[in-house]
């Protein structure tokens, strides 16, 4: 459930906007509708939406499963569009883990694809981490 929303009316002046909400995997959809309607509304064609809500969604996955060293953490979607680029930060409050296992194509079970998706799907993808958790910021032109 999302339990804070800043947010103005969805059109092109309105080039800023937050989402809040907590660690539950329900809210993952929300949050992909989310973007997907912000990047639709500021000129994004339906091939470059799509890959805005799946490089997020993956990213927003991330600080779901991993973001929370509690049980009920919070999540903050930033969307900022300017200068005909949008540019998207999913922050949470956990430790990124810096595991880096080679694609065995024989493990079925094997998962940690989200950062190569969010590689391949935007024009550029950062990872900060600090003491107070890790933000994923991911950016893609017009």
């Not at 809500?53 to 600080?63: F, I, Q, R, Y």
């Amino acid at each position: 459930m999302v339990v804070a929303r800043d947010q103005k009316l969805l059109n092109k002046k309105n080039n800023y906007q937050q989402l809040k909400f907590t660690n539950d995997p329900r809210n993952l959809s929300k949050a992909r509708k989310y973007v997907e309607d912000f990047a639709a509304n500021h000129g994004f064609n339906e091939e470059q939406v799509f890959d805005i809500k799946v490089a997020t969604g993956e990213a927003v996955s991330n600080a779901i499963e991993h973001g929370s060293p509690s049980g009920d953490s919070e999540i903050k979607i930033s969307l900022d569009f300017s200068q005909g680029c949008l540019e998207i930060s999913v922050a949470d409050v956990g430790i990124f883990k810096r595991i880096i296992k080679i694609d065995d194509q024989e493990d079925t079970q094997h998962r940690g694809r989200g950062i190569p998706f969010m590689l391949a799907l935007m024009d550029k993808v950062t990872i900060n981490e600090n003491k107070n958790g890790t933000t994923v910021k991911l950016v893609k032109k017009l």
